[in-house]
């Protein structure tokens, strides 16, 4: 047998190599006139006021958490195991922290230099745009890769003659601690953003009567800033914990297997996400565009490129490293990873279909808006509660597929397959992610056209890439709802071995709900979903309000903004944005971490507590996967619709634009605060009964 | 033992006359003037050619159900078996429309002689549409008792030699029958009444700019008509079914304890029902209000004068009824009936909240008026998320302390204790329903009053009752959503039995969620839940869109209507409105029918159909209770909040009051279609279940 462990440090240092190599290509553009670098400056100030703060905020969070739950293992299951917990928590979250930072860092120069491409080539302008996604998308997955393989090694080398059981579990600690930073990171970021939004448009379009991004509203560096500590940070921290929480949950399962395939159970995760990293280099040297080409074919050729393979990679893993007892075991784990890479697919399409306007379901919504904004309303959030069908029946098909081919490569073997099937879904997370950071630079760098009264034409050729950017960010939370779906079934089962081993019974737990407790514990889980939705969405709306007194008053304190003989000071909405935006965080943080806990605990007093939790987390799961689809899909389509509006049926000022204004404003923050944020909460919910499963037996 | 089980037909035939008697008394009064009695005639004749129509098309597809379901049954079961169910379907299919209709034929009798009592007393007018709203509860509560009652008796005389298990299950096909016209009857109405109200406001109110109830308005009358047949008969078919299933599903239970109580343990539901019959009766005689009064706080005096009755009679049925083993084995299972019995009290009290002008909920939408729809949708939604928690934590509470009370009653009889905690809880449903009838009467009498044009302070008297009706109706919604939430535990607990049966092992089968058939049959019933209420919602648009395009229409046939000089068609409105709502329910009917069939067919494949249909009825129940508080209390919130706007911050014609209309009409659907149709599809989903198990072991 091939040793192929080396080739995870080799590609994760690849990959790093190549963000570093297109971080100098992009740093090496041009940035522009002097009004064009002042506004990038503007927007970078306070982007990492925000971050630096958000961080501050988040460090101390995650050090109570750590220290508490440190503290409750170690009482419960000795020092040792709390230390380990400890560290892979801190590991994990330090890592997450970093990786966002370093992503948005580049996003955030990449904005000026994309703009300045724009004046002349839209080719160059989209290039520039999806390298610098890139090295948020390479340096995410990278160092997931490259932190779990540590984590793994280090371990080894410190207790490994505990066994691998051990030393995997005792992991389950950096999925958490990625988890955690995740949600804060994306609710914080998630909030800002689309208050600011909100806030900018609501006092600017409708009070004052000046266009979108105007340099006069007092808001719009915070609404750009947004842009980039919304979409970079929050998804890549939430891919981040993805691609982390899967790797370590297929170790888990993996360990089971070390008898049939000797040590590569446990590394197969590592080696294929290391494949599909490599996949994704190929992938994104190959973008370019004709100009007068639509962005989207050039980004989907690259797609492809990178999907084809990485299946190809994918099958050439799993022949070398998991051949098992009948000859054909490799063929149908295979065939289960490639289930996931079309079960991904398969959500590109889907996402598509429900939120561009060359199909059915936007033009719906925007004939609704004819009539007003009540029926604008009304057709978008039927249509959000009808896009969940299609993507759980191919996620139900998915998992009983990948599962049923696990049975068939070996016996017992049906969890590993869908676990196979997660890696194939998420061998491409690092082309994907690159693909969603295109959409805050190309977002901000029409921004900064508009700011500095740039020509028409390049303000006409950017629009095009923001069009797309706004696509490729909807295709990526579809594929992070979707990957998060199928991921969830590998966590329940890494949730019951842990149980069972923590119980010492031969099989691991039945979740019954037939029974009263766990019962429920399932009606619980729906319910948190429910209620963390409400609290994310209201923080938008009360940190809004914050940052419309404040413009208010600048409109007021000085008079000469709406002439243009004074200049607003960004700096203080940025900084009022931040303030409100992380106090808000705090409610549906605590409560999703805080309610499996006490749900847990209370109900130790019956002997189902850990039954309970399992409901909890399962049934959560669906009803968080459910619910997220209906704000992402639901969001894109009414800013698809009011788009199209905009460019057929008369354009802005007609009533039925103003209607569809409405419903664009109501998805916001639908698809980029709630909905993202529901992503993380089910694996946080997953990762955080993963870790306290030692309090519920 | 005293013989208690002629209280039965005592207390329902006791209600029928009651009601006769109500009948009687409401029909003598006077019915105003001849202009009044026109638009009562009008509002007859739309709502009997809905109901004919309606009615027609629910036939046909009950008798292809029952036809289909005989067959089947029959070929798996012996034609014996076969014959019993579809006996027990067409009964209770027809009692319940039987039911619906006459409930519905008094309330249209009582509008116009509410809205002449409301020319010169508010008491008599309170009096009278309350004691029409009698006439309904006390007719379908009583349909329902001697329904269940007798056709026990039947087949207890027919094959009773058989075992009191087998009577008991041939009879499930009664709920079935009961909740498939119940499912077709609220989504008709509500589709119907909903449409015709956006409809007639949206081409009214917003396009020609004539107020409300206007009688130029073509579509008036279908608007009118919409009351009765979405809110009578909707409502009357739900708590109906609820009644009856309920009955049937706590005698399943009973049968396993006839050891213990003797026949008792079977009869003691309707016994416990039988009294709340008699409770209700005393509580409708009690009200009546002082000229000056609130009307809640006469409605509420009658309202706990039932409570405290059915709490007293209550407990002496548990006394003589369920005497057992250990001397308190009755107090514990009074105990459990006393849960059931707060649990309502509890939903009453946290709607009022939800939904009342007086609390901060309400006030919070107002306040997100002023900054115009998108925040009042964003404000009304969030809320309707949030107010999920608290009615789910009493559920899970109710539910963990009735199966404790029942164990300790006796041993194994936790799920006997939620059944009891369920008859507790409905033992009040007559009156509730009496309050429910009573919305759309004072609804249709201040319409009449206002389209005859009578005297401001008339009006405003009426209006107080409306308002009041409002409140009535949104109590109502939340009394049968936590009643569904409590009895559906129970009925789950009848499938599992009869699926043991059905096997013929010693236990009821594990609904272990960890299984991946199992998981996605979960994940397939939250989906049905989201795609049903997305079909629900569109058809309300599409409804709405065919009546607006006949309102445009006459205006254009007929330029006379609008000065006044010529009569619209208000028939050919209805007519419309009629064919599209039956029209447009189809889809969404076959839907909960198909739904649970197809999964359980298909998943035969495996050896886990029976389970993963038991996953689907349970999480999917969850998931329908959760998206139906959803939606009735936003949709509530939302038109109060509009509402308390009009009273208070500058009223109609504002910007703020513009928005709020939005969030209303926005809530139209959401709250007398969606919401209601949810809360029969929860229940169908048990009873299908339930019927169709022999076709899934």
Redesign the interface.
């Known amino acids: 047998m091939v040793d192929f462990s080396p080739v995870i440090p080799i590609a994760g240092l690849a990959a790093l190599a190549t963000a570093a190599y297109l971080t100098l290509r992009v740093l090496r553009l041009p940035r522009g006139d002097e009004r064009m670098q002042e506004i990038e400056r503007a927007i970078q100030e306070g982007a990492r006021a925000f971050m630096r703060r958000q961080y501050t905020t988040i460090a101390i969070i995650a050090a109570v958490v750590a220290t508490l739950f440190a503290i409750a293992i170690g009482a419960t299951r000795g020092l040792a195991e709390g230390l380990r917990t400890a560290i892979a928590f801190s590991l994990g979250s330090a890592l997450s922290a970093a990786s966002g930072y370093i992503g948005m860092h580049i996003s955030i120069r990449a904005n000026s230099r994309t703009a300045n491409e724009g004046l002349t080539s839209f080719s160059g302008a989209l290039r520039t745009a999806i390298r610098g996604g890139a090295v948020s998308g390479l340096t995410i997955v990278s160092f997931s890769l490259l932190g779990v393989w540590g984590l793994f090694e280090a371990y080894n080398a410190w207790f490994g003659s505990e066994g691998p059981d051990r030393v995997v579990l005792s992991m389950v600690g950096f999925g958490f601690g990625a988890s955690l930073i995740a949600l804060f990171a994306q609710l914080g970021g998630g909030i800002y953003t689309k208050a600011a939004d ?1 806030g900018a448009d ?1 006092v600017g379009k ?1 009070e004052a009567g000046i266009p979108e991004d105007d340099p006069r509203n007092p808001a719009v560096v915070a609404d750009l800033v947004g842009d980039n500590v919304g979409d970079c940070a929050g998804r890549g921290a939430d891919l981040f914990e993805s691609t982390a929480a899967e790797n370590i949950g297929a170790m888990v399962l993996g360990v089971a297997l070390v008898g049939v395939f000797g040590v590569n159970a446990i590394f197969f995760p590592l080696v294929a996400r290391s494949f599909g990293l490599l996949s994704t280099i190929a992938g994104i040297f190959i973008v370019r565009a004709r100009e007068d080409e639509r962005p989207m074919s050039a980004l989907n050729r690259g797609y492809y490129v990178t999907l084809v393979i990485a299946a190809v990679l994918f099958g050439l893993a799993a022949y070398a490293l998991l051949q098992g007892p009948g000859g054909s075991t490799w063929l149908y784990l295979f065939l289960a990873g490639l289930t996931g890479i079309l079960t991904s697919l398969a959500f590109v399409f889907i996402t598509q279909y429900y939120t561009e306007a060359r199909y059915r379901p936007v033009k719906e919504i925007a004939t ?1 808006s004819e ?5 604008n ?3 978008g ?6 896009a ?2 299609i993507p ?2 191919v ?2 098909i998915a ?2 597929a990948a ?1 049923k081919l696990g049975e068939l490569a070996l016996p017992g073997g ?1 969890f590993y397959g ?1 676990a196979v099937a997660t890696m194939g879904m998420l061998a491409t997370a690092a082309y994907i992610l690159a693909e969603d950071t295109f959409g805050p630079i190309t977002d901000n760098a029409a921004g900064i056209l508009e700011m500095s009264g740039k020509s028409a034409e390049a303000r006409a050729r950017m629009d095009k890439l923001d069009a797309a950017g706004n696509t490729t960010k909807a295709l990526t939370k579809g594929y992070a709802v979707g990957s998060a779906a199928l991921a969830a ?1 590998l966590l ?2 890494a949730y ?1 071995d842990e149980v069972k081993i923590l119980r010492g019974t031969a099989t ?7 029974v ?2 766990v ?2 514990g ?3 889980g ?2 948190i979903v ?2 963390f ?3 994310a ?2 923080a ?2 009360r940190t ?2 914050e940052i ?1 007194g404040d413009v208010r008053a600048q409109f007021k304190e000085k008079p000469g903004i709406m002439a243009g003989t004074e200049k607003p000071d960004y700096a203080r909405s940025v900084d009022i944005c931040t303030r409100a935006a992380l106090r808000h965080m705090i409610a549906p943080g605590l409560l999703a971490v805080l309610g499996p806990t006490v749900v847990g605990l209370v109900l130790r007093v019956t002997p189902y507590a850990a039954e309970s939790v ?2 909890l987390l ?2 959560g799961t ?2 968080g996967i ?1 619910l997220a689809l ?1 704000f992402n899909t639901g969001g894109g389509a009414w800013d698809n619709a009011k788009k199209f509006i905009e460019l057929t049926k008369g354009g802005k000022g007609t009533p039925t634009h103003k209607a569809a ?2 419903g664009d ?2 998805g916001d ?1 639908f698809k980029d605060t709630a909905g993202p944020s529901l992503h993380i909460l089910v694996k946080l919910l997953s990762t955080i009964t993963l870790v306290l499963a030692v309090l519920f037996v």
């Open positions: 909100v609501l409708v609704a009539t007003g904004p009540a029926t309303i009304l057709a959030f039927s249509l959000g509660l009808e969940t069908a759980i029946v996620v139900a998992i009983l599962f049906g869908t079934f329940f089962q019951l691991p737990p039945v979740i019954n709900i037939g009263p407790e019962f429920v399932a009606m619980v729906v319910m429910f209620l939705s409400a609290l969405i209201r938008v709306g809004a309000w419309i399992g409901a399962m049934v669906i009803a459910v209906v204004v409405v404003t109501v923050p």
